[in-house]
C-alpha cells in the first residue's frame, strides 16, 4: 500500500476503479494528450471492469501489461500551473517503459510515486475542492513593523451513508460498525485515513467547528496577503460487509451483503501568507 499523491487541480469529479474485492490488476491503458495537459484515460482491469476520465482527443498511446508484469518504477508531472496532469512515466520489471506528455508545454517538477508491490489494483481520482474560507490583504505605508491577528472559525458537517439490499431498513432498526474514511494533507498531495471504528445509523452527520488564530506580523513599507481554506472530499466507495441479526428469542443470523459508502468530509484549515515586496513575492504555508 502506499499514499495518494494529488497532482493536478482542477477539473474532472471523483471516481474509484477498485479491483482489490475481486483479483483484478491491471491490463491495458490509453491515454490522450494535449498541449497543456493529459486529455483522457482508459484503463481496464484483468477482471472485466474498465473505467474513462477526461476527452478523447486525436489518437491515444496505449499500454497492454503482459502476464506476470507489473511497476518497477512510476512519475508523475503537473502542467506546471497546478491545474492539470501533465505527465505520467513509468516502467516495468519486464523493463518496458511508457511514457506520455503534454504536447506543447515543457515538464518541470518530477513527483516520484511510491509503488509498494508494484501490483496496480485500480485508479482513483480524488474528489477533493478547495473552499475559500477567508482572504485578506494588509497594507503597511509606515516606518515601522505592524503586527495583527488574525481569527477565523469554520462550521462544517460530514456526513456518511451506506446503502443496502433489499430495503432492510425498512424491515430491521440497522447499525452500521465500521471505521469512517477521512483525509489529510500529506506533502504535495492527499492521502486517505481510516478513523476508528464505531458504530452509527445508517445516515449520519456530524458537525463541528474548525478555528484558527495566527498573529500577521506585517513589515514596514510592505503588504501581506492572507488566504484561509479548507478542503472537502466527497467519497462515493464500494462495500462489503456482514450482517448480524438478532432474534427476540437470541438466535442469531449472519449473511454477507454489499452496496455504496457514500460520505463528505473535510481537512483541516489551511493558512497561506503571501509577502509582497516590490514586483516580488514570498510566500508561506501553515
Sequence with gaps: MSLLHRIGGNGGSGFNLDGTRTGGTLKKMWVWVGGWQIKGIRVWLTDGQSIECGQRRGNYSEFVFQSGEYFSDLSLWGNGAGTRLGAIKFKTNKSRTFFVKMTD???????????????????????????????????????????????????????????????????????????????????????IKEGSETSRSLQSSVSRTEKLSFPVRVPAGKSVEVDITIGRATFNLPYTGVVRITCYDGTVMHFQTSGTYRGVTYTELKLSIVYTCNASKKQSNF
Excluded: R
Excluded at 516520484?112 to 497594507?139: A, D, F, R
Excluded at 477565523?152 to 460530514?158: G, L, P, R
Design 105 to 191: 508545454w515543457g515538464l518541470k517538477t518530477e513527483y516520484p510515486i511510491s509503488i509498494g508491490s508494484g501490483i496496480c489494483v485500480g485508479m482513483e481520482k480524488l474528489n477533493v475542492s478547495i473552499e475559500e474560507i477567508k482572504s485578506m490583504t494588509y497594507h503597511n505605508d509606515s516606518t515601522v513593523n505592524q503586527e495583527y491577528k488574525t481569527d477565523t472559525e469554520k462550521t462544517i458537517i460530514e456526513t456518511s451513508s451506506w446503502t443496502v439490499t433489499n430495503s432492510m431498513e425498512n424491515t430491521f432498526s440497522i447499525d452500521v460498525k465500521a471505521g469512517i474514511p477521512g483525509i489529510v494533507e500529506v506533502g504535495t498531495g492527499y492521502s
